[in-house]
Each structure stands twice: as structure tokens, then as C-alpha cells.
């Protein structure tokens, strides 16, 4: 069935390094994958997507890679800072029918100063 | 505050009783999501709308459970006889089609059943 799988857990890294974290994705029909941050009691929020025909995204600090013949996917991060810290979650999602993405696990980031 | 919001933001009770949460998407947005969100998890889909039509519901949505959209504005999504199982955060969320695929979502109701 549908799956995305995500690595690691769990990320400690110092203040001022990069962060990267990498999904898989199992439907081949999946074009567009977004990437949510969510901090402690909030809502997930959208801080970057791509979809299948793009094989790279950046936005300031952030960017993400997209390699489709392989099903994966990676949220790159750098200079991180304090405020980085959160959980972040890989979805993958279809351009048409339900629209509904599939979540991966989750991956906490901490950001030590 | 334009975004999606949910009502109640906490529910509390016990085993057996029946309980509904409130979600209002973005006004414009045609298509409203539902998702239950365990601790340590990320979300998982259990319903979709677009307009006042609901066009799939998972295998995760049992009897139960039970989800409307009106008039094609909020949306409610009722728990029948509500389980230990059932504790989780219940989020809302929104899109617009055709248009940004981007879900927007709301900041969640969490149920906790004694």
C-alpha cells in the first residue's frame, strides 16, 4: 500500500551546521511532496514543496531534492538556528484524484546553541 | 485570522459518549481534509470533501465515525461511542482546486477519552 518512510527520528545538530533529512515514497503515482514543520502544540505548517518535474528547490535555507527514479526524497537545512528546532514531517501526494497526502513519521530536529 | 480554524481546541471524556468538533477552511478553499495525528506519528488521512461531497474515506474511519460538510463551507466530524483508541489529535485541513495544491492546516482539536 501507500507508505512513506522517514529518516532519522530524531537530529541533533549545533547551532550553525546542517540538517538533512530523507524519505522514500512506495506510489509511483505520488508528483508533489510537500514538507511540514510542526512545533509543540501548533499546527503543521508548509515550508517547502516540489513536485515530480523539478528535481530541485531552495528557498533561503532551506531546499529540497527530489529523485524520482529512486522514490526519494531529502529536506536540506542549513546554517540552522535555534528557532530550526521542531518536528518536521515528508508527505507525498498525487496531482489529481483524492489530493491526499501520506505522511511520513516524523523527524524531531533539535538545534543545540 | 484567515486560516483554518477548529473548534473545540480540547475535549475531554469518557469511554461511550459521543463527541463532534468543528472545522471552518479557508473561505475560498473547495476541497477540507480530515486527519488523526497519534503521539510520535505523523498524520494520517481519514476524509475528504470537495465542495459539500464526500469523495473518500479510509479504511481508518470505521463505522463510528462519521464526518459532514453542509453546505460546502465547515465541516463537522462526529466519534460515536468514542474508544481508548480514539485519543489523538483530529486536524483539519484545506485546499484550493483547481489551484495551489497546498493543504492548509488548522491547529487541531485533541481528544483525550478517560
Known amino acids: 500500500g501507500e507508505n512513506v518512510e522517514q529518516h532519522p527520528s530524531t537530529l541533533s545538530v549545533q547551532e550553525g551546521d546542517s540538517a538533512v533529512i530523507k524519505c522514500t515514497y512506495s506510489d509511483s503515482a505520488s508528483n508533489y511532496f510537500p514538507w511540514y514543520k510542526q512545533e509543540l502544540g501548533k499546527r503543521p505548517q508548509l515550508i517547502i514543496d516540489i513536485r515530480s518535474n523539478v528535481g530541485e528547490k531552495k528557498d533561503q535555507r532551506i531546499a529540497v531534492t527530489l529523485n524520482k527514479t529512486a522514490k526519494h526524497f531529502s529536506l536540506h537545512i542549513t546554517e540552522t538556528q535555534p528557532e530550526d528546532s521542531a518536528v518536521y514531517f515528508c508527505a507525498a501526494g498525487a496531482i489529481s484524484g483524492t489530493y491526499k497526502y501520506i505522511f511520513g513519521t516524523g523527524t524531531r530536529l533539535k538545534v543545540l546553541a | 485570522d484567515t486560516g483554518v480554524s477548529q473548534d473545540p481546541r480540547h475535549k475531554i471524556t469518557k469511554r461511550g459518549q459521543n463527541v463532534t468538533f468543528r472545522c471552518d477552511p479557508i473561505s475560498e478553499h473547495n476541497r477540507l481534509y480530515w486527519y488523526r495525528q497519534t503521539l510520535g506519528q505523523g498524520p494520517e488521512f481519514l476524509t475528504y470533501?470537495?465542495?459539500?461531497?464526500?469523495?473518500?474515506k479510509s479504511r481508518l474511519l470505521s463505522d463510528r465515525f462519521s464526518a459532514e460538510r453542509p453546505k460546502g463551507s465547515f465541516s463537522t466530524l462526529e466519534i460515536q461511542r468514542t474508544e481508548q483508541g480514539d485519543s489523538a489529535m483530529y486536524l483539519c485541513?484545506?485546499?484550493?482546486?483547481?489551484?495551489?495544491?497546498?493543504?492548509?492546516f488548522g491547529d487541531g482539536t485533541r481528544l483525550s477519552i478517560l
Open positions: 485541513a484545506s485546499s484550493f482546486l483547481p489551484g495551489p495544491f497546498t493543504q492548509h
Open positions: 470533501f470537495q465542495n459539500e461531497a464526500q469523495l473518500e
